[in-house]
């Protein structure tokens, strides 16, 4: 669909440009274990220090009185099957209270500020036996601030009491929503039973209650079957004031704000109410500020309640699945579509990688500076880590297997070389003799011994490190018989 292309682009940008995040004090988030950590220290301050990965976890709603800044990474993959423990007091339009509960990533969101965070890929598909609401980001938003969030995926609700309530960011909501983008998908079904009358809320940004919200961006595709009463809308399904403390704050503006999308419904019931809007289905507080609102809305009501309304229009829909793997600045997914019908959805989110190339040295280390190493990507050459290389370590000693020899004319012996320590730079060593007259060694260390006398033989590293073997050379007898009396020294040696 094309505003989940759009979506994924601004997702890839915001990879490209995610900040540094500091917060004194705050309690850092790498991990879904983390994440979930939440709920033992609910009024904390916590920051995400990198995108996180829910795949094959049932997650379960954690609450929130402090603050979470997601630092613009993005949380993906996120599932929930199930509302969570943490529950609050809601109200519907006649003002009736409830015992709530929330199916989101955070349950209860109550004086509390959540920003920066970007969630893709959610799914969240829950069959309530009590009063619930479900969205994406928070189900219940009380006196708390929420901004510069994005969420992407589909909120599925099947209901068996009286409130049932799905958002795109938020269900239950008191607060301020500023520059929060959404492209959802809703669904929801009564599965209600006499004399249970279902009372339904729905709406791209928040489902009922009463909130401030600018520069929004709003993309919905929503369904009701309902059997008791819709309250559906692009923005928000019911708008209205309760008597709470300071509730005049929440119902100042929905300005600056983009709403594009449908919602088909029905609603089965002899006292028809039928809200359905762009903005709000129903809105029962005085006038906001509205200035700057852009909104391309269809309202598609039936009055066939033979069909439970879906994107999936197939009986029996048979799924083609493609995947594409993620690139260097795009994400990967896995997207599926019925052959029959075309309906599509895309999910199994992987985030974008670079492949890391060789290893080139960057600076060469010496003996006395360290240098460095740098990984580029493959693909498109950016730095993706750089590492120091050590400083070259020096020989300390080389150890010959003599130390001095002694031999006689034209006798041969070949010395070996240790060089230490084992991870010297530069372990090369060549062989001398002082006195080659006497006795010579070759690149090998092969020692000839050739005339009387003594010489040293030298082991010398590149790097000046050297050891010697003394070897003193003398005639045998028959030698010194042939030098000095048969045919003199300068014949023999020649």
């Known amino acids: ?68 800044d997601g630092c613009g990474y993005t949380i993906y993959n996120l599932t929930v099957s199930k509302v969570g423990k943490d529950t609050a007091t809601t109200y519907d339009g006649n003002k009736i209270p409830y015992i709530t509960s929330f199916a989101a990533l955070f349950s209860t969101v109550v004086g509390a500020e959540i920003s920066n965070v970007n969630i893709l890929g959610a799914y969240v ?33 099947y209901g068996h009491a009286t409130v049932c309530g799905q958002g795109g960011v938020a269900g239950f909501a008191y607060g301020n929503f500023n520059n929060c983008d959404a492209d959802v998908e809703l669904f929801f079904e009564d599965r209600c039973v006499a004399p249970i009358t279902a009372e339904q809320f729905m709406g791209g940004l928040f489902a009922t209650g009463i909130s401030n919200s600018d520069f ?149 280390s010496t003996y006395d500076i360290e240098g460095e190493k740098t990984c580029y990507c493959a693909d498109c050459g950016i730095v993706m880590d750089t590492e120091p290389i050590e400083k070259l370590i020096r020989t300390t000693d080389v150890v010959l297997n003599a130390e001095g020899l002694e031999m006689t004319s034209g006798a041969t012996y070949v010395l070996t070389a240790e060089v230490y320590p084992d991870n010297a730079y530069n372990k090369h060593y060549t062989w001398s003799s002082d006195d080659r007259s006497i006795a010579a060694v070759d690149e090998n260390g092969l020692v ?32 010194w018989v042939i030098m000095n009396v048969l045919f003199g020294e300068y014949w023999y040696m020649k």
């Open 216 to 364: 929004c961006d709003i993309k919905i595709d929503g369904y009701a079957s309902c059997n008791g009463h819709v309250h559906t809308g692009g923005l928000g399904g019911l708008h209205y004031e309760l008597e709470m403390p300071e509730y005049w704050l929440y119902r100042q503006y929905n300005r600056n704000t983009t709403v594009n999308g449908q919602i088909s419904f029905y609603e089965c019931h002899p006292v028809r109410r039928a809200y359905c809007a762009g903005l709000f289905g129903e809105n029962l507080i005085g006038s906001v500020d509205t200035d700057g609102n852009e909104i391309t809305f269809e309202r598609n009501e039936t009055f066939d309640y033979s069909r439970i309304l879906s994107p999936e229009k197939c009986d029996s829909p048979v799924y083609d699945e493609k995947v594409t793997e993620p690139t260097c600045e795009e994400w990967g997914y896995t997207d599926h579509t019925c052959s029959g019908c075309g309906y599509h959805w895309r999910d199994s989110y992987t985030a974008p990688s670079h492949t890391a190339g060789e290893w080139i040295t960057t600076t060469q």
């Open 1 to 68: 669909m094309k505003k989940i292309l759009a979506l994924i682009l601004i997702f890839a940008m915001l990879l490209c440009a995610v900040p540094a995040c500091f917060a004194d004090g705050a309690v850092h988030i790498t991990d879904a274990e983390g994440l979930a950590a939440i709920a033992s220290a609910p009024d904390k301050d916590y920051v995400l220090d990198n995108d996180i990965d829910l795949a094959g976890i049932d997650w379960d709603p954690v609450p929130l009185t402090g603050s979470f």
């Open 448 to 479: 000839t011994a050739r005339y009387e006398g003594t010489t040293v033989i030298r082991c010398t590293c590149d790097d000046g490190t050297e050891s010697v073997c003394t070897v003193t050379v003398e005639y045998t007898t028959l030698q």
């Open 125 to 157: 598909d829950v069959e309530p036996d009590v009063d619930a609401y479900a969205a994406i980001l928070a189900g219940f938003v009380y006196e708390s601030e929420l901004s510069d969030c994005t969420v992407q995926g589909r909120v599925y609700f």
